[in-house]
């Protein structure tokens, strides 16, 4: 069985600070591990994904998340955050196959001017 | 090409109805999640299939909830007997999942389901 651990429902940071979302996970194998975003009314889109190589995976609209497998987890950063960074932010667990991925329950990002 | 349809997209109904929730996945995915999301909420995982298999419903809520999934494509989310609480926003999601590897979940825009 797996899990996912988002710490922290709201987090607020100024317009250019760094953005750091914490998520931390459980897996009994290698897990694949993803961001998604949403943002306001609108569905959710893969923001980046860890399936196996590097550990410092890039995505979308500057965003990166390292994988490290000692501390179980799977932060997202951006260094500079922007005012179209506000929305909510998921992380999600996979075994992997035909397995079911799990989400964590969200992190609402707010960017203040 | 098309993404994950969902429809209807806003369903207001009266405490008491049934309603049904459509989804159409991506041609060729084999897997097929529904979630819902309350207002101000996370994701709550509702019921998970992966091709031919049993689906995974272990998120239902109740037995009011039901979902099938028609010749491994679209899928239909039944809600009987609809309680105020039942009011939220579903989500559709499918996935392209083969041995050995994760696929990347899409996801549809939702229905807005209001029981009054």
């Known amino acids: 069985a797996q899990s996912v651990t988002q710490l922290g429902s709201h987090v607020s940071v100024s317009e250019g600070a760094l953005v750091l979302l914490r998520c931390n996970y459980s897996?009994?194998?290698?897990?694949?591990l993803f961001w998604y975003v949403q943002y306001p009314n609108q569905g959710l889109q893969l923001l980046l994904k860890y399936t196996t190589g590097a550990t410092l995976v890039k995505g979308i609209n500057g965003f990166e998340a390292e994988f490290k497998k000692s501390e179980t987890s799977f932060h997202l950063t951006k260094p500079s955050a922007h005012m179209s960074d506000a929305a909510e932010y998921f992380c999600a667990v996979s075994p992997g196959g035909y397995q079911k991925v799990t989400f964590g329950t969200g992190t609402k990002l707010q960017v203040i001017p | 090409g098309a993404g994950v349809s969902q429809s209807p997209s806003n369903k207001v109904t009266e405490k008491g109805k049934d309603v049904e929730l459509r989804c159409d996945p991506i041609s060729g995915h084999t897997a097929l999640y529904w979630y819902r999301q309350s207002l101000g909420q996370g994701l709550e995982f509702l019921i998970y299939?992966?091709?031919?298999?049993?689906?995974?419903k272990s998120g239902l809520p109740s037995d009011r909830f039901s979902a099938e999934r028609t010749g491994g494509s679209v899928s239909t989310l039944t809600i009987q007997r609809t309680q105020q609480e039942d009011s939220a926003v579903y989500l559709c999601?499918?996935?392209?999942?083969?041995?050995?590897?994760?696929?990347?979940?899409?996801f549809g825009e939702g229905s807005r389901l209001t029981v009054l």
């Open positions: 897996s009994s194998v290698p897990p694949y």
């Open positions: 299939f992966q091709g031919n298999s049993a689906p995974d």
């Open positions: 999601a499918s996935s392209f999942t083969a041995r050995g590897g994760a696929g990347e979940l899409f």
